[in-house]
């Protein structure tokens, strides 16, 4: 085909230009000037500057890049990534002489641009034809598996429902999922091993489903249960309970890189705790989980039953928009596709254990994924709007419905905000059109930090005036509307404090000024270009325009830049304020503090401060419509081009939405031309028919509750992760799972129910187990785990006896504008505490807190000297060891031996062992402050390794 | 004897951290834990053993310190056409006008070597014949936060681990009573903690933050290195957690995930005792407090921070990073109004990095110690919208590097005529990255650690190693 085309150009170009030496219709059949041409100017560049990267042996030695080889015939012509690299005749046309020129967002070589001789030389030669003597041949590019082979792959396969294992011990198992486990210990001649005790299994399960210790007496109730349903009972009384989508919760959270903050610039995600409080509903509620795949990707295009339904799925697609993105990335079409991307990392990795992003330059070199299905699913994404772009590009928030009784209150205070804003302009546009009030302001008398033209920095001439009479300071300037694009005035202040300004601009209006001033204030967050016409008096006091409020830092830059570009009038300027802003968001002072007699005069101004007042309080008052972090439908629905090299501007063929073509089974949902496709793709996601999704949930709920999957790369099914340590299990969990209706709670209650759960993780040095089975891939024994940071954290409140149980809710205050810095001392449940990225609490920092930029299916688990010195010295567990002992000492208990006990007991579940009894007394009697003394024994126990783990 | 968990099981399940060195009595044991930051062989010789950055937050403008363009001068005020990296992404137009705005510093040539300064940094060009410059870079991110992260993390948006967890990973540390990796005064801002972060390395490889840009300088140091208990009071507490250790162990013996517990507090104690006389300043005299600018107002800051990280240099710390900058979102050197603020920032720390140089140096720590100097982009040599101030220049600017290998007394390719974008021998930020890495024996391609199912390494599928730039 390229061939072809290649071919009708030669004869076009052959046939037009005459004059020209003739192109050759066979490229194997150069003249021998044409040789010499390439074997003098040509040849010698290439090698020289092309080859370290593009030629055999770069590919050889993996060093080939952009799939490109100039050093062959038909390398040049078949081209690489970005196409055929030559047009032959043409050189304008030919991808080779525009990277030369640097043209092209590739440039070539990347050391710096050819000299123009040498470019003119290559050109020349593109046109004669490109007579390329050589020959050599193409080198295979290295793909992925194809889709029959993948299809072949474990987790690419439908999901089976195995029969059950037939085994010998036959009264071991008490349920299926045993006789799986127990045959393939059979099977390498090993036995499970015995049931944990009651006391370790109570601490096991309680946190496992609550991640919270039992309380002694908690303990001591399941162990005198004499009911053969007593470990039944439990499980169901800890699964019902509210703190079970606490722990769980936590969990998914980890997947959706659930985030209350951006790292750039440390903006706050002001509504994410919706999201977060909807997981934890979820679970508790046990929302199928199907159905919570569709309301994460789709909630806001799904019917609902009810404004609350609604409101609920609207919240849930706040997972779509998490990510730690780079909101000022300048590049917006780069920034779009960006954070498509990322949505679709998490996507992927969360629901399917995919590394789909992989494919987004090239194909996936792994697995069966070409980037063709890169595209397909990058088309659907693209069509959710995420971000209102801007210098900085804001996520999006959308309001939420409300029920009927609140949606009419709500409503008709938006109308009586609107009547009275209607009513603000009105007496705005009469108070603008009489004078200010005082025609000469001195700078003093105005409130906030006032910047007057004679302290600004000009450039250009920037003429001085009085004329019109009413200006703040010496006068106004203005451009004597001559010089446009050469004139620019700064307004630069000293700010004293980081916070909300609002910023004013004071001009000169009249009729022979220009009407579109492009005025820019830098701040925080960003620069905003207004454009003012200045033709019209200006609305407040007939002296300022507000441009709005901005956010400064004191040693950020702040300043408002007035250019004449593109202007036509003059430019005038006679003052910036900026005005501090209270936390509500009302200016501390009014614009200005003129002698309450002269205020007075003015009867429009007068009333308007009046409305201007009466609307901050009922805005105040609200009632509010609470919104949510979501995204939008496109406005034009349309299917994404590739992106060779993932480059935005290297942009290929149109690729239609789908899914991924190697787990595509059954019915297909068929992508609707004027709909985004997220709908479809949630439901080819929470689909029986596709392999991963139900293997994947399952694997990482076996994970949660025994430390390791049954495949251990939980977020990776690909070729390149692990393989399931036993396939018929994990199918028969799938299985069973999507038969019981995507119920996490019955899969739950299924896996701590069995005998494999039970068991002991003490081990005899000698079992078998240990040497056939060292790593414990088959379940022969439990895992001892370590806490999680959330973990640790509640227990210590739970024996200090400070935990605060409340639930749900924004944790932090609604004002904070920035995370920085932010200092977390609420005494919640860890799930609660406010997940900013760039002030995470440093217990989880060092204890191995889920990174909230990434998709985290496995937690690390290190031991490291900063958690060592964190126990040792952090304020934190300092006092609430002081707390836990002020708390042991006012209960009624015998002696230090039962106070002991109990201490014990609180932090690590057991009693005391003679020699743990003998260093605490012997601890005791050296301290005089038995407070003191108790305070250091909790200290250490917390810090003791007991603590952090679950047996 | 029951045991929870074998040795094996538990080197295979976790990545433990420090601690594990000091497992008593493992260390000879062919099955303990190998420690993740003990001292690696690099993949070839190596010319350099550490890295100091000292890191100009915000850009500094080139063309008014060490690229020397009379065009400039000559063109000052005139309207001309450039490429603008913000005006190019913002609208994809390859050209823009602008007006040429000359240097506010006098430019003249310094040391043997002949090269052209500007008045800017006046201690620094004493040192030129010792430095290597590099005229050509280039980097990716218009903005801060982007160029920021691309600068430290090798990507402008993905989450990747900062270069001297890199470093840490590829050469592990000299000193295990230090963190290898140490930032100090890090901005808040801009990524904050992800550019010393370790992303998906293993912990041990993160960077450990010495206070924070704009505090005060007494609270640099390692965070709860010292507490609010009595040093009796801590002591007692110390005993009774090895007690109660030892009882914990009797309950299973053998235990490695326990005993690497315990060993934990072992080095924390170590470092407690140890890193507080590594980071006292006290500790010098006066002719070095002097040399650095300490006790004068406006070097005291800075000149304590280059201090530090010689001491910390000294000690075997493998990366250290020093910011001026803030966490504000412009931060520092960020003069888009307002150029000649450049001077206070330029008063601030150019004695102190002309006193490290010389401290190094006469300490013979110069020979493998790379000292890299630079921003995360450059600034034009215009002015910005025709104010008083200068943008973003990602398109070429200079670095300079001294030490360690790097060729002393060497300028590094170019910009055009009037130091918008980087011509000959252009080096990218992927180069620079490869080229330290190479200097410090690792090879940037092998340099990879797997995850997600793919290799990925510092320099993503890019980098060249620059040899130019070598003695």
């Known amino acids: ?951 | 004897m029951l045991s929870p968990i074998t040795r094996r099981e538990w080197l295979l399940r976790t990545s433990c951290g420090f601690g594990a060195l000091a497992l008593s009595g493992l260390a000879a044991s062919a099955a303990s834990p190998p420690n993740p930051l003990a001292p690696r062989k690099p993949h070839h010789p190596a010319r350099a053993k550490r890295v100091i950055f000292l890191f100009m937050q915000g850009g500094v403008s080139h063309v008014d310190s060490f690229d020397y363009k009379p065009r400039l001068a000559k063109d000052d005020g005139k309207m001309l056409s450039f490429e603008d990296a913000r005006v190019l992404a913002n609208s994809g137009m390859r050209a823009s006008t602008h007006r040429v705005m000359k240097p506010l510093w006098k430019f003249a040539q310094h040391g043997k070597c002949g090269r052209w300064a500007s008045d800017l940094f006046p201690e620094i060009n004493k040192h030129v014949d010792d430095l290597c410059f590099i005229h050509s870079l280039h980097t990716e991110g218009v903005a801060h936060g982007p160029a920021t992260l691309f600068l430290h993390c090798g990507s402008t948006t993905f989450i990747r681990p900062s270069m001297g967890s890199w470093v840490l990973y590829g050469l592990g540390t000299e000193n295990q009573n230090l963190p290898g990796f140490v930032s100090i005064a890090p901005s808040a801002g801009n990524g904050g903690p992800r550019n010393y972060g370790n992303a998906f390395l293993p912990a041990v490889y993160q960077g450990t933050a010495l206070g924070k840009a704009g505090g005060p300088v007494s609270e640099a140091t390692i965070r709860n290195l010292t507490g609010p208990l009595s040093a009796a009071s801590q002591q007692a507490r110390i005993e009774l957690l090895r007690e109660i250790h030892a009882e914990q162990l009797k309950r299973s013996p053998g235990d490695a995930e326990l005993e690497a517990v315990a060993s934990s507090y072992e080095l924390a104690w170590r470092m407690q005792n140890n890193a507080p006389d590594v980071l006292d300043l006290a500790r010098e005299n006066k002719e070095t407090l002097a040399l650095y600018g300490i006790n004068e107002k406006r070097t005291d800051a800075f000149g304590r921070q280059c201090l530090m990280a010689r001491r910390l240099c000294e000690a075997g710390v493998r990366f250290i990073q020093v910011t001026y900058g803030d966490s504000s979102a412009n931060p520092a050197w960020d003069q888009h109004s307002n150029l000649p603020k450049h001077g206070d920032h330029a008063l601030a720390v150019d004695r102190p990095i002309a006193g490290l140089l010389t401290d190094l140096k006469r300490r013979g720590l110069l020979e493998d110690t790379i000292v890299w100097w630079g921003g995360e982009f450059g600034r034009t040599p215009y002015a910005e919208k025709n104010g008083t101030g200068r943008d973003h220049n990602p398109g070429g600017f200079t670095v300079w590097l001294a030490g360690g290998g790097f060729k002393p007394g060497y300028a590094h390719g170019a910009t055009d005529d009037f130091g918008a974008l980087a011509v000959t021998d252009k080096v990218h930020m992927h180069d620079l990255h490869a080229s330290i890495l190479a200097l410090l024996g690792l090879d940037h391609e092998k340099l990879t650690f797997r995850y997600s199912g793919r290799d990925f390494r510092l320099t993503d599928v890019h980098g060249r190693v620059v040899k130019q730039l070598f003695a």
């Not at chain 1, 002991?760 to 414990?776: F, K, Q």
């Not at chain 1, 806490?787 to 932090?812: F, H, M, P």
């Not at chain 1, 707390?883 to 106070?899: I, V």
Request: overall charge positive.
């Open chain 1, 1 to 951: 085909m390229s061939d072809r085309h290649g071919l009708s150009i030669l004869c076009l170009v052959s046939l037009l230009v005459p004059g020209l030496e003739p192109a050759p219709l066979q490229a194997a059949e150069p003249t021998t000037a044409q040789v010499d041409f390439f074997e003098k100017k040509i040849r010698p560049i290439l090698v020289e500057q092309c080859y370290r990267c593009h030629s055999e042996a770069a590919a050889r030695n993996k060093k080939l890049k952009g799939g490109l080889l100039l050093d062959a015939r038909e390398g040049l012509k078949a081209g690489g990534d970005s196409g055929p690299a030559l047009v032959p005749g043409n050189p304008e046309a030919s991808l080779l002489i525009k990277t030369l020129r640097y043209e092209n967002d590739v440039k070539m070589p990347p050391k710096g641009k050819l000299p123009d001789a040498v470019i003119a030389d290559f050109a020349a030669w593109v046109k004669m034809g490109a007579p390329d003597p050589r020959g050599g041949t193409v080198v295979k590019k290295q793909v992925g598996l194809s889709f029959a082979e993948g299809r072949q792959f474990w987790s690419y396969r439908p999901v089976s429902n195995p029969t059950i294992p037939a085994v010998a011990a036959r009264d071991w198992p008490v349920n299926d999922l045993d006789r799986f486990i127990l045959a393939a210990l059979e099977a390498k001649r090993l036995q499970p091993s015995a049931d944990a005790d009651r006391p370790t299994l109570a601490r096991r399960l309680y946190y496992d489903l609550l991640g919270m210790p039992p309380t002694p007496a908690e303990v001591d109730a399941f162990v005198q249960d004499r009911d053969p349903a007593a470990y039944e009972k439990l499980v169901d009384r800890l699964l019902a309970s509210p703190a079970f989508g606490e722990r769980w919760g936590r969990h998914w959270l980890d997947i959706a890189r659930f985030a209350e903050s951006v790292t750039l610039r440390g903006f706050i995600f002001q509504e994410s705790w919706r999201y977060r409080d909807y997981v934890i509903d979820c679970f508790n509620r046990d929302v199928p989980f199907d159905r919570f795949v569709k309301e994460q990707l789709a909630g806001d295009l799904l019917p609902a039953a009810t404004p609350e339904e609604r409101q609920r799925q609207i919240v849930a697609t706040a997972f779509l928009v998490m990510g730690n993105t780079n909101l000022e990335e300048q590049d917006k079409k780069q920034l779009r596709m960006d954070v498509v991307d990322e949505m679709l990392d998490v996507i992927s990795k969360g629901f399917l254990a995919q590394t789909v992003t992989c494919a987004r330059c090239h194909d996936h070199k792994f697995d069966p994924i070409p980037t063709r299905d890169y595209y397909a699913l990058a088309g659907i994404l693209r069509n959710a709007r995420a971000m209102e772009h801007a210098n900085v590009s804001r996520w999006i928030e959308v309001p939420l419905p409300l029920d009927p009784v609140r949606e009419a209150e709500v409503k008709k205070h938006e109308a009586k905000v609107a009547a009275l804003q209607a009513k603000i302009k009105a007496a705005r546009s009469l108070a603008g059109k009489g004078k200010p009030t005082q025609r000469v302001l001195a700078v003093k008398d105005l409130p906030g930090i006032v910047v007057d033209d004679a302290q600004a920095k000009k450039v250009g001439e920037w003429m001085n005036s009085v004329f019109s009479g009413s200006y703040i300071g010496t006068g106004y300037a203005h451009d004597k509307n001559e010089g446009k694009g050469q004139k620019t005035i700064t307004f630069q202040p000293e700010l004293t404090a980081t916070g909300r300004y609002e910023v004013r601009l004071a001009y000169s209006p009249g009729g022979n000024r220009a009407n579109a001033v492009p005025v820019t204030v830098f701040s925080a967050e960003g620069e905003k270009t207004i454009q003012v016409d200045m033709t019209t008096p200006p609305p407040l006091d007939g002296r300022f325009l507000s441009l709005g409020e901005f956010r400064f830092e004191r040693t950020g830059q702040s300043f408002v830049l007035i250019s004449n570009e593109g202007t036509r009038g003059h430019v005038t300027a006679d003052a910036v304020v900026f005005l501090p802003v209270e936390r509500e968001g009302r200016p501390q002072t009014p614009a200005s503090k003129p002698k309450p007699s002269s205020a007075a005069k003015k009867q429009p101004e007068g009333e308007l401060k009046a409305l201007e007042e009466e609307l901050k309080r009922l805005q105040k008052a609200g009632p509010h419509r609470p919104v949510a972090m979501s995204v939008l439908e496109e406005k034009t629905i349309e299917d994404a081009r590739i992106h060779i090299r993932g480059l935005v501007g290297n942009q290929g063929e149109v690729v239609p939405r789908g899914f991924l073509q190697v787990a595509c089974y059954g019915t297909i949902p068929h992508v609707p031309p004027n709909q985004s496709g997220r709908k479809e793709l949630a439901e080819w996601i929470a689909s029986r028919d596709n392999p991963l999704t139900a293997r994947v949930i399952v694997n990482r709920t076996w994970h949660w509750l025994f430390g390791d999957g049954l495949v251990r790369t939980v977020d990776n099914f690909g070729t390149t992760g692990e393989r399931p340590s036993n396939p018929e299990l994990l199918d028969h969990l799938a299985t069973r799972f999507m038969q019981d209706g995507w119920s996490m709670k019955k899969l739950i209650r299924a896996i701590v129910l069995s005998r494999t759960y039970r068991q002991s993780s003490m081990v005899a040095s000698r079992s078998p187990l240990l040497r056939v089975d060292p790593e414990n891939r088959l379940f022969g024994r439990t895992n001892r785990r370590r806490l999680e940071a959330e973990c640790l954290r509640d227990t210590i409140l739970c024996v200090s006896g400070k935990l605060n149980l409340e639930r749900g809710g924004r944790s932090y205050p609604a004002t904070l504008t920035a995370d920085y810095g932010y200092r977390h001392t609420d005494l919640r449940r860890s799930v609660y505490l406010p997940v900013f990225r760039n002030a995470l609490p440093e217990l989880f920092e060092v204890f191995d807190f889920a990174d909230p930029s990434m998709v985290v299916g496995r937690r690390n688990s290190s031991t490291v000297a900063p958690q060592a010195l964190y126990l040792l010295n952090n304020s934190f567990p300092i006092e609430q060891a002081r707390f836990a002992a002020e708390r042991l000492l006012g209960e009624k208990l015998l002696d230090d031996q039962t106070r002991l006990t109990r201490a014990y007991r609180l932090c690590l579940g057991r009693t005391p062992t003679a020699g743990e009894q003998a260093v605490a007394e012997r601890f005791l009697k050296r301290n005089r402050d038995p407070k003191e003394a108790w305070a250091a024994l909790f200290q250490m126990l917390f810090a003791s390794a007991d603590f952090r783990h679950v047996n």
